[in-house]
């Protein structure tokens, strides 16, 4: 093998090499230190001090910040975009917003400037999942199976894939994955039949946003934790409440101690007590 060989195979797993390295996440989270927030990177660095009231996920390239009981907006460099001058203020949708000062509504865009309209259509992508052409059937015994569909016809034609053996048998399109009651108890099960989250929760419900399915709320004495979309169990019931942040890949919790913090789906917690 000659040297032009040599260098073409290098330059080959050199690049073979590059692709395989990760990319680095650049999103900043909302975090908590105590009871001030600023934002942080996925390893939780501090990248924006925490001298905040509170701060809200990135939306449109701009970070909602609350100072002195009032909204602004900043970028990523932490510098204020848009003064913090707004009673009330929620976030980019898409390039303009609905804020208030007092008793008064009007939209600015993403300079600030006051504008006449917007458009906030949330849109719609939801995907099917593989339980599409399934059906939940109740049995003699008043247990609840499911049936595949063979054929859709003025006869359809159904195979048994789990038995009725359940109280209740939940789920959705946006889903693979089932909600189901044995004795009392609620866990997640495929369509196999298969045991993902083991029966041992009093409530489960599916989080899905305008997009997508975000995963599981899982109850326990009281308490909430949280299964991702692949029903991995990534955050233990230990919080009073678990909601999806609108549009962002971030959960939105309450601690035992009545204070927010936010923590991502695969269970990283942006916050300090």
Same mark, same amino acid.
């Given at each position: 093998m000659n040297k032009k060989i040599y260098a073409a195979v290098a330059i080959s797993l050199s690049l073979i090499a590059t692709a395989f390295i990760a990319i680095p996440d650049k999103t900043l989270y909302p975090f908590r230190s105590k009871d001030k927030w600023g934002y942080c990177n996925h390893d939780k660095k501090i990248i924006i001090p925490c001298t905040y009231d509170e701060t809200f996920p990135f939306k449109r390239d701009l970070g909602r910040i609350k100072t002195n009981n009032k909204f602004g907006f900043i970028n990523s460099k932490g510098e204020i975009i848009i003064q913090p001058i707004y009673s009330d203020a929620g976030d980019f949708i898409n390039d303009c917003i609905a804020v208030k000062i007092n008793n008064e509504s009007f939209i600015i865009d993403k300079t600030g400037n006051?504008?006449?309209?917007?458009?906030?259509?949330?849109?719609?992508?939801? =995907? !099917?999942?593989?339980?599409?052409? +399934?059906?939940?059937? %109740?049995?003699?015994?008043?247990?609840?199976?499911l049936l595949s569909i063979k054929s859709f016809s003025a006869n359809p034609d159904f195979d048994t894939?789990?038995?009725?053996?359940?109280?209740?048998?939940?789920?959705?399109?946006?889903?693979q994955f089932l909600?189901?009651?044995?004795?009392?108890n609620n866990g997640i099960i495929n369509k196999q039949n298969n045991s993902l989250i083991p029966f041992q929760y009093d409530e489960i419900k599916t989080i899905i946003d305008a997009e997508a399915i975000i995963g599981f709320t899982l109850t326990k004495k009281k308490l909430i934790g949280f299964a991702d979309k692949n029903a991995k169990l990534t955050v233990i019931p230990k919080f009073l409440e678990?909601?999806?942040?609108?549009? =962002? !890949?971030?959960?939105?919790?309450? +601690?035992?101690?009545? %204070?927010?913090?936010?923590?991502?789906?695969?269970g990283t917690e942006f916050f300090e007590n």
């Open positions: 006051q504008v006449q309209g917007c458009n906030h259509s949330r849109g719609n992508d939801y =995907s !099917n999942g593989v339980l599409e052409n +399934t059906k939940i059937f %109740k049995g003699k015994n008043n247990k609840y199976g894939i789990i038995q009725p053996i359940y109280d209740t048998l939940i789920t959705n399109e946006q889903t909600i189901a009651k044995l004795k009392g678990i909601k999806q942040y609108y549009k =962002s !890949n971030l959960l939105q919790i309450k +601690t035992t101690d009545n %204070k927010t913090g936010y923590v991502h789906p695969d």
